[in-house]
């Protein structure tokens, strides 16, 4: 069993910048993909930022060029750092650990809130 747990939202003007963390415990070894998801009212769950296990990485449309995925593998952990956040990117962002292709952990979620 893996338990994440997400830290770093928060409330921030626009233009300013956010870094989640998320940290992993209960399993170790190399995981198919990690990523970050959001979640807005009235709209399904979407991926923002995955990094996979060869190193690629995949971002969406709506914050490349804003956002970076990192992780640390010694620490278990993984990060989005955000910048020149807009109000579209107020959400609840959720860690995701893929240790292999159909096997799925969240973490519990974190608000990020942009003000405008």
């Known amino acids: 069993q893996v338990q994440l747990v997400e830290s770093g939202g928060g409330m921030v003007q626009a233009g300013g910048s956010l870094r989640l963390s998320c940290v992993a415990s209960?399993?170790?070894?190399?995981?198919?993909?990690m990523g970050w998801y959001r979640r807005t009212p009235g709209k399904e769950r979407e991926s923002v930022a995955l990094?996979?296990?060869?190193?690629?990485?995949y971002y969406a449309e709506s914050v490349k060029g804003r956002f970076t995925i990192s992780r640390d593998s010694a620490k278990n952990m993984l990060y989005l750092q955000m910048n020149a956040l807009k109000p579209e990117d107020t959400a609840i962002y959720y860690c995701?650990?893929?240790?292999?292709?159909?096997?799925?952990?969240w973490g519990q979620g974190t608000q990020v809130t942009v003000s405008s």
């Open positions: 995701n650990q893929a240790p292999n292709v159909g096997q799925n952990f």
């Open positions: 209960g399993r170790t070894g190399s995981n198919y993909r």
């Open positions: 990094i996979f296990r060869n190193g690629n990485m």
